[in-house]
């Protein structure tokens, strides 16, 4: 009976370390993933860890540790033009995948991943991805825009367009499935760059909750729909009724933009008409 027990544990154990090995296996075989555009520079089975957050403001001592799950990194640069350096990071479970996909915004003029939102994505359970726009700076460093129209086409839309393809073609690799639901978190940068994602044909996202009227943006709502994590900064609630609006925009259909009229105040949508604008 000893022996017999014995042998079903190591049974265990060898299924265990062969799961791991499949799952290491099927990460640094997206390495050699052919997409169009893209280099995939890096496919790398990360363990689990713990790692410590900074310390609240104001507060001393430790910042609380958050257990971050096994998951595969993978890293790139989409090149859609000559003049383009789009890098991207993808993060797969590696076990408990929720079937769901999540993209991460940027803040101002972007110039880096936001690795922070990518990890609460992670937490969850979900495929994140994340996108510099296309270059390398500081938030608020615009000197990249200088002679380089094509950037700044990157940093409008395609970033974040292409990084949601090239994510897409890799969970269907790592995963043998696409994700079931899709959904893109972000504010400031992140928020125009999801407006702008749901205002064309840049990507359909399941997790948008938005208020409007027809023709006009009035406000955007985002709800958590799990409890909330380490990460997270909880949402504002929904702008209380007879909240006065202050500036109105249309809502263009892609690759449209809204653009002043010339007369009539500019906080009002129906002093602005919607444009094709090509970037000389």
Request: charged share 20%.
């Amino acid at each position: 009976m000893k022996m017999r027990t014995a042998a079903r544990i190591c049974g265990v154990i060898a299924l265990g370390s062969l799961a791991t090995a499949s799952a290491q296996d099927a990460c640094t075989n997206l390495r050699s993933l052919k997409l169009p555009d893209t280099t995939i520079t890096e496919a790398l089975a990360i363990p689990a860890a713990e790692i410590r957050r900074p310390a609240p403001p104001g507060t001393r001592g430790p910042g609380p540790s958050v257990s971050i799950p096994a998951h595969c990194r993978v890293a790139g640069s989409i090149k859609p033009t000559a003049d383009s350096d789009i890098h991207f990071e993808v993060l797969l479970p590696a076990s408990n995948w929720s079937q769901r996909y999540q993209q991460v915004g940027n803040g101002g003029l972007a110039g880096s991943i936001v690795e922070p939102a990518m990890f609460v994505a992670l937490l969850r359970g979900a495929t994140t991805a994340g996108t510099d726009d296309g270059h390398v700076s500081d938030t608020w460093d615009a000197r990249w825009t200088i002679g380089h129209p094509e950037k700044v086409i990157d940093y409008g839309y395609r970033a974040v367009h292409l990084t949601a393809v090239v994510s897409e073609a890799i969970v269907r690799a790592y995963y043998g499935q696409p994700a079931r639901h899709t959904y893109f978190n972000g504010c400031s940068d992140g928020g125009r760059e999801s407006l702008r994602s749901t205002t064309g044909k840049v990507r359909s996202n399941t997790g948008w909750r938005m208020a409007l009227r027809p023709g006009r943006m009035i406000a955007t709502e985002f709800k958590l729909d799990r409890p909330a994590l380490p990460f997270d900064i909880a949402p504002e609630p929904p702008l209380p009724a007879g909240t006065p609006i202050r500036r109105t925009r249309p809502i263009c259909p892609y690759p449209q933009v809204a653009v002043y009229r010339g007369t009539g105040s500019p906080d009002e949508a129906e002093n602005f008409s919607c444009q094709t604008v090509r970037m000389n």
